[in-house]
């Protein structure tokens, strides 16, 4: 594997060799340690043998352990299907299922504040995709995902009140948190909608101008890539007819609500069968208040939230009544081996090997030449 992780420095520009050194195998080791480390900590502080014997582990608790592992497989089919889409099916199954793969394993091993966008731009001109498709389709993902958020959040807050907005730990500080991540994410959603749908040119205007500030001149060039990417994503998205953007949308709620309802499966299953109703209306709530807890999320400063995840998901199931205190490490323990881990450890895997094919095929195009 280090073969594979060394070689692509004679074949890749050094712009690139920096996204490959972000996607190495070797940065799986970091969230890893960080992740399995908070998770044996809290195991420690909260053993509590009473409570852990009352876990059933019976039919009903492996039933919704599976399912949750299942909705996994489905979330990452459903955001392989939004490639497909999005790209007008230029990315074959396969393709599109590897392609997000290395996609969430960049999300796993950089900074949630981060995200794998920069990797995305990579990947996906390294797939012969086209300068201004890859741009369109890497930005105006950006915008679905924030509309997503935007308009489901306060719709969950209208129904059920603010009670949906978590409360972590035993504090409304999560709730803070959770208001200035929100308006962050529509400021930038909403900031990148108007360049992508209205004046891209003014959109590189401001970026370009936000950058001669003394402290930020080192971004100049980084700011003019990016207007010049909103540009090129904005011709190539504007002129697309509205069922384009309907079934985007309907694919990114999908992908996006799966991952929540993960979460939700593991609550039931650790609750005694017929204890947490499964009602529309209850569930519904249950599944609001995990997509506000995401929104915390946003902000963690480790790769892929490792150990900050852990700690914030077992502070809100206990404050929340969800899982009794004891119970909930090993609940959040097992939603990030189901949601986490295996991203790390299968892009371990495929990265270096299609690494390798993308550098035969460098090599074919020159003899070619």
Known sequence: MTNHNTAPETEFSDKEEKVIKSIKSNRIIIPIVLGLGVAAWLL????????????????HTFTWIGIAAGLMVVRHLAFSFRLRLLSDNFFSWKKAITLFLIWEFSSSVSPT?????????????????GAA????????TIVLDTFFFV???????????????????????????????????????????????????????????????????RFQDRAEELGNDIIKASNEIRG????????????TCL???????????????????????????????????????FVILLLLPSPGGAGFAEFIFDGF?????????????????????????????????????????????????????
């Open 151 to 217: 308009t489901f959040i306060p719709t969950m807050v209208l129904i059920f009140g603010q009670d949906v907005i978590p409360l972590v730990g035993r504090g409304e500080s999560g709730q803070w948190i959770f208001y200035l991540t929100f308006s962050v994410m529509i400021a930038y959603g909403g900031f990148f909608f108007y360049g992508l749908f209205f004046s891209p040119s003014k959109f590189k205007a401001i970026v370009k101008g936000v950058t001669k500030i003394k402290f930020l001149r």
């Open 240 to 251: 697309r007819k509205f069922s384009f953007h309907l079934k985007g949308y309907l694919a």
């Open 317 to 369: 199931l206990v404050s929340s009544g969800y899982i009794r205190d004891g119970v909930s490490s090993i609940v959040a323990l097992i939603w990030r081996l189901i949601t986490y881990y295996p991203y790390l450890i299968f892009g371990a895997i495929v990265i270096p090997v299609w690494l390798r094919n993308r550098i035969n095929d460098r090599r074919k195009e020159k003899s070619a030449g």
């Open 113 to 129: 504040t981060v995200g794998g966008a920069a990797v995305a731009l990579f990947i996906l001109s390294q797939e012969n995709y």
């Open 133 to 140: 498709k890859t741009a369109a389709l890497v930005i105006y």
């Open 255 to 293: 992908a996006w609500s799966l991952r929540f309802i993960i979460l939700s499966c593991l609550v039931i299953a650790f609750n005694p069968a017929g204890k947490i109703p499964l009602e529309f209306v209850y569930q519904t709530e249950l599944y609001a208040k995990i997509q506000s807890l």
């Open 44 to 59: 420690y502080r909260k053993w509590d043998a009473e409570a852990i014997a009352s876990i059933p582990w019976d039919t």
